[in-house]
């Protein structure tokens, strides 16, 4: 979830979502070409309808308050009303929560309070039933501090191969008290953390998550398994997360947090989007070409969109993730020149535009569009975190005009997906919700709110549990209380409440 630069990603011809039509020669792209079922119609990724759900927060089966797999496959015909083409699972995996689940403690399990493998074949021969694809989370940036690799780097000490999986340092200073360098992590504070025999782990993001080393032939071999593991139990593609960061050149001397933030990003930066991470998803893209069809993926690339393509590419990932919408104001100039930059990239790539409003990291397109626009920098992009400081008011301040959000994202939702490309839709977005701001401290779980506490509230309040019903525990959520708490307002929004009204976002 790095501040985003500037994402966009290309579109190809114009097709209703979710339809399969004929494709020409001229039409098709490399990797198309090598699909046998690709013959006759154009993959279901160019222009479909994805829907992301954060399992978490999703249906909670078993009653203990954390949505489940089973609780997924109990909605399956809910989905499949949607008409949506695929669903995507954020992080289902082991996990101590430390980032939303996207702390791995192992790639090819499942949370056991979520179920087990046997809930998700059954989940995924659920929604093929219903013609509704898979598309799992993959973390490769780094692994929970739980992931018994990392648990093996701990106790096997200073230059042992268990250690060359992750980037441990010597620190600087006397007794190497201090970090190898002064890099901050992207949720906030020092990026190294120090352990018992005193040498110190790089963590780009929280202090859960050490970053993997990727010039490990064993970190990239382990991957592949992944990949394959859930290829053959029928997951249809992935999402990549983080997918700029993996490779890093960390060649002695380190340079400074000042030294770092001079070097352009134009693919030999030390630790972001350099150019020899796409040598990782060269490799995958052979995997993805081994299944018929092909697996897809879906990068999660803050990169400038100049180098998007990159990861977009037939020979890379396939698709990226456009994120620009997401920073962008309710306002016409902005998303005319949104859509033509990015129709103009698709010239540049075999790939399809994207277009996301709202995901697990951002404050629901809702609330946005019904607070003023936080102000412009000189690159264009928001000044703050578009209604960061509205959440740190409590709700308060600014005043969100809660129908204006509302009239706005059904608008945005309809514009999106009549544009060419795939839509990205978020668990939620179909009920048209807004951002909950009223979560007490003392409930909040997002590391972001702990690091860089009255700064930034962090992601919550767009993950709080979905209202089923206007009524009942959890609104329908599940049998006992919500792993982070409902507002009473939320039930008057609930999906039982938008079936019977044809004016609802829903029915929309
Ligand atoms: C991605 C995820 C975000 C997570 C971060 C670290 O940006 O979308 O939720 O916190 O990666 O894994």
Known sequence: MPPPTDLASPAPHHLPKGKTV????????????????SDQVAPWWRQAAVYQVYPRSFADANGDGLGDIPGITSRVGYLAGLGIDAVWLSPFYPSELADGGYDVADYRDVDPRLGTLADFDAMVAALHDRGIKVVVDIVPNHTSNRHAWFEEAIAAGRGSAARDRYVFRDGRGPDGAEPPTDWESLFGGPAWERVADGQWYLHNFAVEQPDLNW????????????????????????????????TKDLTEPLPSRAELAAMPIDGTHPLVDRDDVHEVYAEWRRVFNEYDPPRTAVAE?????????????????????????????????????????????????????????????VVRHATRYGLPDPGRGPDGRPARK????????????????RARGLRRARAAALFVLGLPGAAYLYQGEELGLHEVAEIPDAQRQDPTFFRRRGEDIGRDGCRVPLPWTASGTSFGFGSADPHLPQPAWLGAHAVDVQERDPQSTLRL
């Open 215 to 246: 010039h490990s032939p064993e970190v990239r071999a382990d991957f592949v398994r992944t990949l394959r593991f859930w290829s053959d139990r029928g997951v249809d593609g992935f999402r990549i997360d983080v997918a700029h960061m993996l």
């Open 301 to 361: 690339a803050w990169v400038d969109s100049s180098r998007v393509p990159l990861y977009a590419s037939p020979e890379g990932l396939g698709q990226a993730f456009n994120f620009e919408l997401l920073e962008a104001d309710f306002d016409p100039g902005q998303f005319r020149r949104i859509v033509t930059d990015n129709l103009a990239l698709a010239a540049r790539s075999g790939s399809s535009t994207t277009w996301v409003l709202s995901n697990h990291d």
């Open 22 to 37: 004929p494709v020409t020669n001229a039409q098709r792209t490399p990797t198309e070409s090598l699909s046998p079922a």
């Open 386 to 401: 578009h209604g960061s400081d509205w959440l740190l008011s409590g709700g308060t301040e600014p005043a969100l005009d």
